[in-house]
């Protein structure tokens, strides 16, 4: 230690030949000072330095033949020169001008920094307008190229802004598409086919759900009666047997050591005026995720409520405090509602264990309702919309015929279950099939996948929202922005990725799909929530957007910043509440929603999503915000950002 215990650079020894390091720092300035003019001097809070005189003695150099007594004192000259920390004019920094750090990124911004110099000493100044070698000149003829139409670089190609996307409301067919939809609408009259409907049963855990279309699958004649003897067998063997009727949907093995469904069955079946597609939600609060994936592509549903003694108000119940979740029987019905859902049938079960007594069955099926109704019309169902009836699934009471008197016969006269599902419209607010798929280009919702016996292709099983899907048509995968060909198309089975029968000539909008794509970079890639559009009308993928949602009950406020789970349609992604305001015609912002209120709410997303506008297509464009297993609130996206 000398010099008053303090190390000095002379002190240091890293190892290197001191007199080498010197010839490199000189080497690299005279290159880099070679064609460089003069700079005006700078005051600073230092001592003044001549800048121009350094820059011209070192711009000197190289025709003097470098001398090495030159170079050394140089060298010397340089490290002997004080250097200012922040360059610039003296005195108190101006709070109107740029501060150096935003200087520092916009020098940064405009092409990166230069260069670092060896020693850790600050670059010389930049060159002026006219460099002696002439690359000023030929930048600035690049510059003009590409102002005068030449191919972008790609620091310029990243800041283009994106090109405007058109309006689905422009989208006019294909002569080709045009004419498979006629075909395919031809044939299916022809053959007497029967009009399309999606349709989801919800409701609370141990309502009797799978119970009921268990049993009516059975009265269809769907289920041979061997396999129903079988069925009845094992669950009588594993000391279930009022699971019987159950099982016929459940058929997994965790399923049916539970006793709760866990996943969205699905099978087909028809009644005398309708195709349908059945898909059995699971009631238990832990798999409210796997209730709006099949909620999503339903048109109509059937609401199955246990009205027996303690049994409607354990599913109706509301939260009743911060760790409280409450029944499914509110929580379906609200998502169900916000998920598009506008037709609704009440199905009453588990009233053959009040009492034998008709009058108390129908005083309570009545008190039932009375309670129900008023919440349902909060929801947004139309009264007109929403059907009542009680069924049985154990006894087969009200399933299809209205029986002989007794049970359920004995005091309703309304509808049997089958009626109802008869009396649902297909579609969307009425609307064709055909109509669907002629007005609005392809989009098919994937809700499954699996993986193909070759290289780069996928199963996919999904519903198309919209167009029309023909075989060996090229499409796009969105997110992933795959390009593939349509190998082979079928219509959605009960395997849901299976398609049976000969392929179509077209599929339409409301139809289940069965596909395999070819050509994938990523088969991967492409799972439950992709989807399959036209090529020249692609979905966007949005990694935010903005949204108007109904806050339902909640335990506490919601905050700028809180981390949420986002679902719309089949994808499910996390997400960051950006934003929030306060709907109205001049919104406001809000530093916290609370139950209830109506708010407009911006989301960032972990990962893009595809994503559609509500006004576009409300089937892409409706989403549900969840958070530690509750609903936090539900609504329409209104821009994609």
């Known amino acids: 230690m000398r010099k008053g215990s303090k190390y000095y650079e002379e002190d240091y020894d890293d190892g290197y030949d001191d007199e080498e390091e010197e010839e490199d720092e000189e080497e690299w300035y005279a290159e880099e000072t070679a064609a ?9 809070r230092v001592a003044k330095t001549a800048p121009s005189a350094l820059g011209k003695g070192l711009t000197q150099a ?6 090495e007594g030159a170079k050394t004192a140089q060298a010397a000259a340089l ?6 920390l922040v360059p610039g004019p003296a005195g108190p920094f101006r709070f109107d ?15 990166g920094a230069r260069k670092k110099p ?8 930049a060159p002026g307008p006219a460099a002696k070698d002439g690359t000023e000149e030929v930048s600035e003829a690049l510059r003009s190229k590409l102002r005068l139409g030449g191919a972008p670089t790609e620091d310029q190609a990243t800041q283009l802004p994106p090109a405007p996307r058109r309006a689905l409301s422009a989208y006019e067919p294909s002569a080709e598409v045009a004419r498979a939809c006629a075909a395919t609408v031809a044939e299916e009259s022809a053959a007497g086919a029967k009009p399309r409907l999606h349709l989801v049963v919800l409701g609370h855990v141990d309502a009797g759900k799978s119970t009921l279309m268990g049993r009516f699958l059975v009265e269809l004649g769907l289920v041979p009666q061997r396999v129903v003897h079988k069925t009845q067998r094992e669950a009588a063997a594993a000391g279930k047997g009022s699971f019987a009727w159950a099982w016929m949907l459940d058929e997994r093995p965790e399923e049916r050591a539970r006793g709760v469904t866990v996943e969205v069955a699905m099978t087909r079946f028809e009644t005398s005026q309708r195709q349908v597609t059945l898909l059995d939600a699971p009631g238990h609060r832990d798999f409210v995720p796997a209730m709006i994936a099949g909620a999503a592509q339903a048109d109509a549903a059937l609401l199955v409520v246990d009205c027996s003694v303690g049994g409607f108000e354990a599913g109706f119940a509301p939260p009743s405090g911060p760790g409280s979740i409450g029944g499914q029987t509110r929580e379906h019905a609200q998502l169900a509602r916000s998920l598009g859902i506008s037709q609704l049938a009440v199905v009453g079960t588990k009233l053959d264990a009040i009492s034998g007594d008709p009058e108390e069955q129908a005083a309570r099926f009545a008190a039932v309702r009375g309670s129900l109704e008023p919440f349902l019309k909060s929801c947004g169902f139309a009264s007109r919309a929403v059907q009542w009836l009680p069924a049985s699934g154990v006894t087969g009471d009200n399933l299809r015929g209205r029986g002989d008197g007794t049970g359920l016969g004995a005091w309703w006269r309304g509808g049997t279950l089958e009626d109802a599902i008869d009396a649902f419209r297909p579609g969307s607010g009425g609307e064709s099939e055909r109509e669907r798929a002629l007005r609005l280009p392809l989009r098919l919702v994937v809700h499954e996948a699996a993986a193909a016996g070759s290289k780069g ?10 167009g029309a899907l023909l075989p060996g048509s090229r499409v796009l995968v969105m997110p992933s922005g795959q390009a593939a060909t349509v190998r082979t198309l079928g219509a959605e089975g009960a395997g849901g ?6 392929s179509p000539a077209a599929l339409l909008a409301g139809s289940g799909a069965a596909l395999t794509l070819a050509g994938l970079d990523d088969p991967g890639s492409v799972g439950p929530g992709s989807i399959v559009c036209d090529p020249a009308w692609p979905v966007p993928a949005a990694s935010a957007f903005r949204a108007r949602v109904l806050v339902l009950q909640v335990p506490g406020p919601i905050l700028p910043g809180q981390q949420v789970s986002v679902y719309c349609h089949a994808a499910k992604e996390s997400g960051t509440l950006r934003r929030l305001q306060q709907d109205g015609p001049s919104p406001r912002p809000a530093r916290f929603l609370v139950s209830g209120q109506r708010a407009l709410v911006e989301v960032a997303l972990a990962r893009p999503l595809a994503l559609e506008t509500a006004a576009d297509l409300p089937a892409l464009g409706r989403v549900v915000l969840r958070d530690g297993g509750r609903t936090l609130a539900v609504g329409l996206i209104i821009e994609l950002l």
């Open 36 to 44: 460089q003019p003069p700079a005006p001097p700078q005051q600073t």
């Open 62 to 67: 190289p025709g003097a033949g470098k001398a």
């Open 79 to 84: 490290r002997s020169a004080p250097q200012p």
């Open 97 to 111: 001008t740029p501060s150096p750090d935003d200087a520092a990124r916009e020098a940064a911004a405009r092409g």
């Open 118 to 125: 060896p020693g850790g000493q600050p670059p010389p100044p």
């Open 457 to 466: 292709a996928a199963q996919l099983g999904g519903k198309l929202e919209a």
């Open 497 to 502: 990725v299976a398609a049976g029968g000969s």
